[in-house]
């Protein structure tokens, strides 16, 4: 297993820019393929984006598509979510969490462990 803690949340102003930082302890993280999901209040929690073991696949949520640049570092443990020209509808709560999974990386269960989550708040 692996523990993940995020940081970089915070309240921007729409059409600002975040960068959250998400750091796994333990020697397997270069196993897991990693992957940022949010939830807002009275929401389920959705997907945002997925980056494959070795970095070399990513994968969007439409809604973020552009906007949102996810990317890892296996020598530091790392992994990374660059938001751009956040929106006001990008106001959530997230989590990174890692997947032994190579498939459905957009479907929340199939994520073995998760972080305590990071709160993004994006002003009008």
């Known amino acids: 297993q692996v523990q993940l803690v995020e940081s970089g949340g915070g309240l921007v102003q729409a059409g600002g820019s975040l960068r959250l930082s998400c750091v796994a302890s333990?020697?397997?993280?270069?196993?897991?393929?990693m992957g940022w999901l949010r939830q807002a209040p009275g929401k389920e929690r959705e997907f945002v984006a997925a980056?494959?073991?070795?970095?070399?696949?990513?994968y969007y949520a439409d809604s973020v598509k552009g906007r949102f640049t996810i990317s890892r570092d296996n020598t530091k443990n790392t992994v990374h979510l660059q938001m751009n020209s956040l929106k006001p509808e990008d106001t959530a709560v997230y989590y990174c969490?890692?997947?032994?999974?190579?498939?459905?990386?957009?479907?929340?269960?199939?994520?073995?462990?998760w972080g305590q989550g990071t709160q993004v708040t994006v002003s009008s």
């Open positions: 969490a890692a997947s032994k999974s190579t498939f459905g990386l957009r479907l929340p269960f199939r994520y073995d462990n």
């Open positions: 333990g020697r397997t993280f270069s196993s897991y393929a």
């Open positions: 980056i494959s073991w070795n970095g070399g696949t990513t």
